[in-house]
C-alpha cells in the first residue's frame, strides 16, 4: 500500500525553506556601513602603498622631502616666507613629524595626502548617506576614485590634505 502525504507535510516545509530571500547588497550596506567602511579603508591603503612605495617622487614632491629633511620643525617657516614655496605650512610640517617619527620612502612622505583623500572619501560617504541611503553613500565615497584627482590627490603635495 502507497502512502500518500498530506499537503503541508515536511517535504513541502523543506522546499520552502530553501527559499529563504538573502539580504541585498543594500540591506546589507544599510546594517553594516562600518564593516564596509573598513574593507575600503583596507583595500585603499593597500592599493595606494603598491603603487607608491617605488614611485619615484616628481618635481615639486622634491620641495616637500627638502622641508621635511631639514633639522627642526623651527627652519620651515622662514623658508617658505622667503618663497620656497608658495603651499600653507601644515603639510610640511606633518610631514616633518612623519620624517622624523616613522622614516622616509614615497609612500611615507605621501601618507598625509593619502589619508586626507581618504577622509574626503569617507565624508562624501557620511554626508550623502545622512540625505539618501548608505548605497548612495557608497556610491559617493567611490566616486573620487574614478576621476583624474586621485593622482594629483595622493602626491606629496597639498592637494590631498
Not at 2 to 17: A, K, V
Request: proline share 7%; glycine share 6%.
Amino acid at each position: 500500500m502507497i502512502e500518500q502525504q498530506e499537503p503541508g507535510t515536511t517535504q513541502e516545509r523543506s522546499d520552502s525553506s530553501k527559499r529563504i530571500p538573502r539580504p541585498s547588497l543594500s540591506e546589507r550596506l544599510e546594517a553594516a556601513p562600518r564593516q564596509y567602511l573598513l574593507v575600503f579603508t583596507a583595500i585603499y591603503l593597500l592599493a595606494e602603498y603598491c603603487r607608491n612605495r617605488h614611485h619615484p617622487f616628481w618635481s615639486d614632491e622634491l620641495f616637500t622631502c627638502a622641508l621635511a629633511d631639514l633639522p627642526s620643525i623651527r627652519n620651515i617657516w622662514p623658508l617658505i616666507k622667503q618663497g620656497i614655496d608658495l603651499n600653507p605650512p601644515l603639510l610640511f610640517w606633518i610631514t616633518w613629524v612623519i620624517h622624523h617619527s616613522l622614516g622616509r620612502g614615497e609612500f611615507v612622505t605621501r601618507l598625509p595626502s593619502i589619508v586626507g583623500f581618504w577622509g574626503m572619501c569617507v565624508c562624501l560617504f557620511y554626508f550623502v548617506r545622512r540625505r539618501s541611503d548608505a548605497t548612495h553613500g557608497f556610491i559617493a565615497l567611490l566616486a573620487p576614485l574614478f576621476t583624474y584627482t586621485l593622482g594629483d590627490a595622493t602626491s606629496a603635495r597639498g592637494y590631498g590634505l
